[in-house]
């Protein structure tokens, strides 16, 4: 089986998989979609492409979620 090895937050994660797409994504890391901004090697990624898009090996994302604070 293939092995994508992608960065998340900057963080090298191993998956054993031969296709991920970033919804796939998001779902293998439990992170809920509601808020969330995704950047795939550092390009603004909207939502209705997220189950679209599939991830290639050594792509960065970065997930943003939204934080309150005064």
């Known amino acids: 089986m293939a092995k994508l090895l992608i960065k998340v937050n900057g963080d090298k ?3 054993n998989v031969e296709k991920l ?9 439990q992170i809920k979609t509601n808020g969330v901004a995704i950047a795939l090697n550092k390009v603004f ?8 898009l599939f991830l290639q090996n050594n792509d960065e994302i970065e997930i943003i979620t939204p934080s309150q604070g005064g």
């Not at 990624?45 to 679209?52: A, G």
């Open 21 to 29: 797409s970033i919804q796939m994504l998001l779902e293998k890391e």
């Open 45 to 52: 990624i909207p939502k209705q492409k997220h189950s679209e």
């Open 13 to 15: 994660k191993n998956y």
